[in-house]
């Protein structure tokens, strides 16, 4: 077997494929180009997203070259889902998008070297195929019958589902075949929901050019009950610092589940077998210490963002309760922390009083629960203990001259947000 995909295997990152041995044999043989798609049907990819530049990262550090491919084209349509028909967004946006998320791809491979990555957008090839071209060269080898058979299709027929939805299938596989013939591509990855695009594409270059291609998906992550893992309370988690903060995104990973730790660290991080063994071990025998999860969420930071944005969150966690300086904070990992906290606006408001502050915030239920957390010594204000009901909140006390923290106990939060 190969020991990259040996590696792969081992990670988690192989949960299916064309034909394993042939694939080993094919990956021995030297230098093997491979792409993987990213649609841009939003202004940035997500954490399941970088499943895909993992492996890639491990087969370009085995010698072999990835081809990014960002869908300008099929990215007008959209892969159909199970739900219901995909809105389609405008052209302009779709373009906006495509570079936003090219910029995003180039973090995680090298693009120097005789195996450097190339960045590749599928619009480039399509949009000057007529429709009788497109329908005489690539729709003529699909079977409508087997298009049918797709889950997707499928279950979309009772309730509809466009032509538009339905060509997909041919738009993605037309994308494998121009990378076979153009870049010598002879391997698609993608998640294991891409399984019929993929097997297609194959199927498409061995019918029109007589060739032999590989598809590799992996699995799609889960959580400890099997169900699909990528959405929080608070929505995606993007790699776009704007739309997830770095610190809820280390928020995010350090609050893995026990059980999917481990499985978490094969993909999302570098380490070694031995490291990730005694990880492993840790977490089985001193579960309290949450030594993989910490693991876990510093390397993933580290590798979408910075160490520097990691240190940063690690910093905010620590002050969030006490154990560091809240007013050192930087102001944007402040804010950040505010959300996640959950904030209660009180623009136009005059400073209240510490008991009016604690109920708006909603840390206790009324002022009288908040006047009897104050009696017990059990009220904070940016990690303060607050003493006296009557003392007003003061400018001086607003972080960043326009946030207050206030806690109940050691774990009960919520802030206020002054604004004029």
């Not at 109920?359 to 239920?365: N, P």
Request: hydrophobic share 40%; aromatic share 8%; charged share 25%.
């Amino acid at each position: 077997m190969n020991a990259v995909l040996d590696e792969l295997k081992w990670r988690g990152l192989v949960y299916q494929s064309t034909d394993e041995a042939a694939l080993a044999a094919h990956l021995d043989e030297g230098p093997v180009t491979g792409y993987v798609g990213f649609d841009p049907s939003a202004p940035s990819i997500h954490f399941g997203n970088l499943v895909q530049l993992m492996v890639w990262r491990h087969l370009q550090a085995a010698g072999h070259k990835p081809l990014l491919l960002v869908g300008g084209a099929t990215g007008l349509i959209g892969d159909p889902r199970m739900s219901s028909e995909r809105n389609l967004n405008p052209k302009e946006v779709v373009e906006e998008w495509v570079e936003r998320i090219r910029a995003q791809v180039t973090k995680f491979v090298d693009f120097e070297g005789s195996n450097g990555a190339e960045l590749v957008n599928n619009y480039d090839w399509t949009q000057n195929i007529s429709t009788l071209d497109f329908l005489r060269d690539v729709g003529k080898h699909f079977s409508v019958n087997r298009m049918l058979a797709r889950d997707v299709v499928a279950s979309r027929l009772e309730s509809g589902i466009s032509y538009t939805e339905f060509s997909y299938i041919l738009l993605q596989s037309l994308d494998y075949r121009e990378l076979y013939r153009t870049k010598n591509c002879t391997l698609q990855t993608g998640a294991s929901d891409q399984w019929g695009n993929i097997s297609s594409g194959v199927e498409l270059i061995r019918r029109s050019d007589g060739g032999k291609a590989h598809g590799l998906c992996t699995p799609l992550l889960t959580k400890a009950d099997g169900t699909k893992f990528g959405k929080t309370e608070s929505g995606t988690v993007w790699l776009d610092p704007t739309m997830t903060s770095p610190y809820a995104f280390h928020q995010f990973f350090l609050n893995a589940e026990d059980a999917k730790v481990i499985d978490y660290l094969k993909v999302f991080s570098s380490r070694g077998h031995d490291e990730i063994d005694q990880l492993e071990h840790l977490t089985q025998t001193e579960p309290h210490r949450r030594a993989a999860q910490k693991a876990l969420a510093d390397d993933v930071t580290d590798l979408v963002h910075s160490v520097a944005e990691r240190e940063a969150a690690v910093a905010a966690a620590q002050a969030l309760f006490g154990r560091g300086e809240l007013g050192e904070l930087p102001a944007a990992t402040l804010e950040a922390v505010m959300k996640e906290v959950g904030v209660t606006s009180a623009e136009g408001r005059e400073l209240p009083t510490i008991v009016e502050a604690v109920a708006l915030a909603g840390v206790v239920t009324s002022k009288g629960a908040a006047r009897r957390a104050i009696d017990e010594g059990g009220a904070y204000l940016n990690n303060q203990k607050v003493t006296d009901p009557e003392q007003r909140l003061t400018e001086g006390d607003l972080l960043d001259g326009r946030f207050a923290l206030l806690r109940r106990g050691k774990k009960t939060l919520g802030a206020l947000e002054f604004t004029s």
